[in-house]
């Protein structure tokens, strides 16, 4: 009875158990929802005389990231189309990605096709890499968006900027990392993050595709429907024999014509199952209908199109002199005789058809397109068979990084005082392949860790200490990799940023300015600010662009030659382009005459310094000095004090001490 007892226990912990799981699994998204709202709300906050700079930044994140996706949605599931390895040419018209519009550059991808070696490929995106590609456009064009004198009114300084994206089923969600800080007058305020959150169903449209994608080359819908346009139509000769003792011929280019346009009527008439479409007469739904869908998709619209203007290829035999001809059944005595008895005439084509396909999918509620192409393909007038399998995504990072076979050994190093070498050790080396980071290990006393990394091409080798710059190389890692990566350590320096006059003169900043000094090299960047909440910078030895402005308080109006500029927004049309998504711009003529000013630039430094570890061994202090002739009053001092300052006059080196 004890051990019924403890059975029945355990049932009802383990059922316990795995109702948590689910419930887990179940509302992950609202999860993350509700806890990416709680932040957004957070970042909300912010003091009266920083909103309107907020607002012009979440206005322009919002347009960017918009345009991230309207991009991807049109290349099918990518910001950027992979470049093919072997060029579109005559030689390989297809190419992996099909020119919708000829001539120009609105493309999108194949997710399936056949390389010009006749290999299949699939160029299916995943949610991993469809949030990196959203994640670095918006990173990498953010900043052409705000007006650069918005950043100087407000006397902002920027750092770089990193941007997370969340796919959900019905939204996309943008999470940018962009430290901004702003300084007027008296007022000092810091920003973070951003939150934009775009009402665009691209998880939702996602799984659609792939589903879609699955069903294809399980059952080869598209095929069959072409194999039909073989047999259902008399411009298009195929396989019968008849009693004429007149023989037919076709001109093969007649028939290649023929046969694209009826490939391009059939295919606009198909209908997806379980989304929003209509059918004419019962016809149209029994046989144009295709069910590749698992579920109702009643909000999009789903349309298949092909295009007499794109690539196809034919060919077909028996063909003599650019005909088709019959197969005349004249095989042995038998066939002789009854070819010349009853005028026995055989037709028998085999044909090897490729074409493009494009898919598109459009929900009404939210705008938006998503599209993707297919390579259509029959071979001896079968449908392709399937080399690839089905889409499966699995868990990417895990997969590359346990398929690590490549030996690769690396030494990492550090410069010391007199210039030498030195092993490092209690360094982590990992490498970075696409998404994946695989860990290799740590170096030993002598600097050395030794380990195994997935064959992988344009990889990032990284070395982390703490207390050092990190150090990355781009390796490639198809045979066995030797490398050594030097390392740079990091010094903590005490700042103090110092005015110098047209007299040479050394003096501080008063309350009212604002002064920034920016240190770039090749690989990495610090900014010094003044006034500021930190005292201190982390600096290595290398050769930097010195770089800083001082913006004092000053109020002048600037007039200017009438200045024309021309804003334009696309507008839909109807027609190819609104099947499409694009259209014609609509553009409005903005006219400037003058512009007033708070504040203006009253100094600044421009020079090259070359530091080295011998220098900042034993350092505890850099003093930075910007050139500031004085603060302008008009144009023409302004011109002056730039001019003052592009030609070096009045700058120094930064000081250690």
Same mark, same amino acid.
Request: hydrophobic fraction near 40%; include cysteine; charged fraction near 25%.
């Given at each position: &009875?004890? @051990?019924?007892?403890?059975?029945?226990?355990?049932?009802?912990?383990?059922?316990?158990?795995?109702?948590?799981? &689910?419930?887990?699994?179940?509302?992950?998204?609202?999860?993350?929802?509700?806890?990416?709202?709680?932040?957004?709300?957070?970042?909300?906050?912010?003091?009266?005389? +920083?909103?309107?700079?907020?607002?012009?930044?979440?206005?322009?994140?919002?347009?960017?990231?918009?345009?991230?996706?309207?991009?991807?949605?049109?290349?099918?599931?990518?910001?950027?189309? /992979? +470049?093919?390895?072997?060029?579109?040419?005559?030689?390989?018209?297809?190419?992996?990605?099909?020119?919708?519009?000829?001539?120009?550059?609105?493309?999108?991808?194949?997710?399936?096709?056949?390389? +010009?070696?006749? #290999?299949?490929?699939?160029?299916?995106?995943?949610?991993?890499?469809?949030?990196?590609?959203?994640?670095?456009?918006?990173?990498?064009?953010?900043?052409?968006?705000?007006?650069?004198?918005?950043?100087?009114?407000?006397?902002?300084?920027?750092?770089?900027?990193?941007?997370?994206?969340?796919? !959900?089923?019905?939204?996309?969600?943008?999470?940018?990392?962009?430290?901004?800080?702003?300084?007027?007058?008296?007022?000092?305020?810091?920003?973070?993050?951003?939150?934009?959150?775009?009402?665009? /169903?691209? *998880?939702?449209?996602?799984?659609?595709?792939?589903?879609?994608?699955?069903?294809?080359?399980?059952?080869?819908?598209?095929?069959?429907?072409?194999?039909?346009?073989?047999?259902?139509?008399?411009?298009?000769?195929?396989?019968?024999?008849?009693?004429?003792?007149?023989?037919?011929?076709?001109?093969?280019?007649?028939?290649?014509?023929?046969?694209?346009?009826?490939?391009?009527?059939? &295919?606009?008439?198909?209908?997806?199952?379980?989304?929003?479409?209509?059918?004419?007469?019962?016809?149209?739904?029994?046989?144009?209908?295709?069910?590749?869908?698992?579920?109702?998709? *009643?909000?999009?619209?789903?349309?298949?199109?092909?295009?007499?203007?794109?690539?196809?290829?034919? !060919?077909?035999?028996?063909?003599?002199?650019?005909?088709?001809?019959?197969?005349?059944?004249?095989? *042995?005595?038998?066939?002789?005789?009854?070819?010349?008895?009853?005028?026995?005439?055989?037709?028998?084509?085999?044909?090897?058809?490729?074409?493009?396909?494009?898919?598109?999918?459009?929900?009404?509620?939210?705008?938006?397109?998503?599209?993707?192409?297919?390579?259509?393909?029959?071979?001896?007038?079968?449908?392709?068979?399937?080399?690839?399998?089905?889409?499966?995504?699995?868990?990417?990072?895990?997969?590359?990084?346990?398929?690590?076979?490549?030996?690769?050994?690396?030494? #990492?190093?550090?410069?010391?005082?007199?210039?030498?070498?030195?092993?490092?050790?209690?360094?982590?080396?990992?490498?970075?392949?696409?998404?994946?980071?695989?860990?290799?290990?740590?170096?030993?006393?002598?600097?050395?860790?030794?380990?195994?990394?997935?064959?992988?091409?344009?990889?990032?080798?990284?070395?982390?200490?703490?207390?050092?710059?990190?150090?990355?190389?781009? #390796?490639?890692?198809?045979?066995?990799?030797?490398?050594?990566?030097?390392?740079?350590?990091?010094?903590?320096?005490?700042?103090?940023? &110092?005015?110098?006059?047209?007299? *040479?003169?050394?003096? +501080?900043?008063?309350?009212?300015?604002?002064?920034?000094?920016?240190?770039?090299?090749?690989?990495?960047?610090?900014?010094?600010?003044?006034?500021?909440?930190?005292?201190?910078?982390?600096?290595?030895?290398?050769?930097?662009?010195?770089?800083?402005?001082?913006?004092?308080?000053?109020?002048?109006?600037?007039?200017?030659?009438?200045?024309?500029? #021309?804003?334009?927004?696309?507008?839909?049309? @109807?027609?190819?382009?609104?099947?499409?998504?694009?259209?014609?711009?609509?553009?409005?003529?903005?006219?400037?005459?003058?512009?007033?000013?708070?504040?203006?630039?009253?100094?600044?430094?421009?020079?090259?310094?070359?530091?080295?570890?011998?220098?900042?061994?034993?350092?505890?202090?850099?003093?930075?000095?910007?050139?500031?002739?004085?603060?302008?009053?008009?144009?023409?001092?302004?011109?002056?004090?730039?001019?003052?300052?592009?030609?070096?006059?009045?700058?120094?080196?930064?000081?250690?001490?």
């Amino acid at each position: &009875m004890r @051990k019924r007892g403890q059975f029945t226990l355990f049932v009802i912990v383990g059922l316990l158990i795995v109702s948590v799981v &689910m419930l887990g699994v179940y509302y992950k998204d609202e999860i993350f929802v509700s806890e990416w709202e709680k932040q957004k709300a957070q970042s909300l906050v912010v003091p009266e005389e +920083a909103e309107e700079f907020k607002i012009a930044v979440d206005d322009c994140i919002n347009e960017v990231s918009l345009e991230a996706l309207k991009i991807l949605g049109l290349h099918g599931g990518y910001i950027k189309i /992979p +470049a093919d390895a072997i060029a579109e040419s005559d030689l390989n018209p297809f190419s992996n990605s099909l020119e919708i519009i000829d001539g120009t550059d609105f493309e999108t991808a194949y997710w399936f096709y056949f390389a +010009a070696n006749n #290999v299949q490929k699939k160029q299916v995106p995943t949610i991993e890499s469809m949030q990196i590609e959203l994640g670095a456009y918006v990173s990498n064009n953010l900043a052409r968006c705000v007006d650069e004198d918005f950043y100087v009114n407000y006397n902002a300084t920027v750092k770089a900027i990193i941007t997370d994206v969340e796919i !959900q089923n019905e939204k996309v969600f943008f999470t940018v990392t962009y430290p901004i800080i702003i300084a007027v007058d008296d007022f000092y305020f810091k920003f973070e993050n951003f939150y934009i959150a775009q009402d665009v /169903p691209l *998880g939702r449209m996602y799984d659609a595709a792939t589903q879609i994608m699955d069903e294809e080359n399980e059952n080869f819908y598209l095929e069959e429907l072409s194999y039909d346009s073989l047999t259902l139509y008399e411009e298009v000769p195929l396989s019968w024999t008849e009693f004429d003792c007149e023989r037919e011929t076709w001109e093969i280019e007649e028939v290649e014509n023929s046969l694209q346009e009826i490939l391009v009527n059939n &295919m606009f008439a198909v209908k997806m199952k379980g989304t929003d479409y209509e059918v004419n007469n019962d016809a149209e739904k029994n046989y144009f209908e295709w069910s590749a869908l698992n579920e109702n998709y *009643g909000d999009y619209n789903v349309n298949v199109y092909a295009s007499q203007s794109w690539p196809f290829t034919m !060919q077909v035999t028996p063909v003599e002199d650019g005909e088709l001809k019959e197969d005349t059944l004249n095989s *042995g005595p038998l066939g002789g005789l009854l070819s010349s008895l009853f005028c026995m005439t055989s037709y028998n084509f085999i044909y090897d058809i490729k074409y493009p396909v494009l898919l598109t999918m459009y929900d009404r509620n939210s705008n938006y397109r998503f599209q993707f192409a297919i390579q259509v393909v029959l071979d001896n007038n079968q449908p392709r068979t399937n080399e690839l399998g089905l889409i499966d995504f699995g868990n990417a990072e895990d997969t590359l990084c346990v398929d690590a076979q490549t030996p690769i050994d690396v030494y #990492v190093s550090s410069e010391n005082y007199y210039g030498y070498l030195n092993a490092e050790e209690n360094v982590k080396v990992s490498l970075q392949c696409i998404t994946s980071k695989c860990e290799i290990g740590t170096t030993d006393s002598n600097g050395d860790v030794f380990g195994y990394v997935p064959q992988c091409v344009n990889g990032i080798l990284i070395a982390e200490k703490d207390g050092f710059a990190t150090e990355t190389e781009v #390796v490639t890692t198809i045979e066995e990799v030797s490398e050594s990566l030097i390392i740079d350590k990091l010094y903590n320096l005490s700042y103090e940023i &110092m005015l110098v006059d047209d007299n *040479g003169n050394v003096f +501080a900043p008063t309350g009212e300015d604002i002064v920034f000094v920016t240190l770039a090299s090749d690989d990495y960047s610090i900014t010094a600010y003044y006034p500021t909440e930190t005292d201190y910078v982390l600096l290595k030895a290398g050769n930097y662009d010195v770089d800083g402005k001082v913006v004092s308080s000053s109020s002048f109006s600037l007039d200017l030659d009438p200045l024309e500029f #021309v804003s334009c927004t696309n507008v839909l049309t @109807k027609g190819v382009d609104d099947i499409f998504g694009i259209g014609e711009k609509d553009c409005n003529v903005l006219e400037f005459e003058s512009a007033e000013f708070e504040n203006v630039v009253s100094g600044g430094v421009d020079i090259i310094w070359d530091v080295e570890v011998s220098d900042l061994e034993g350092a505890r202090k850099v003093t930075f000095y910007v050139a500031s002739p004085g603060v302008p009053e008009n144009a023409e001092e302004l011109e002056e004090m730039m001019n003052y300052i592009d030609a070096g006059l009045g700058s120094r080196e930064p000081e250690l001490s």
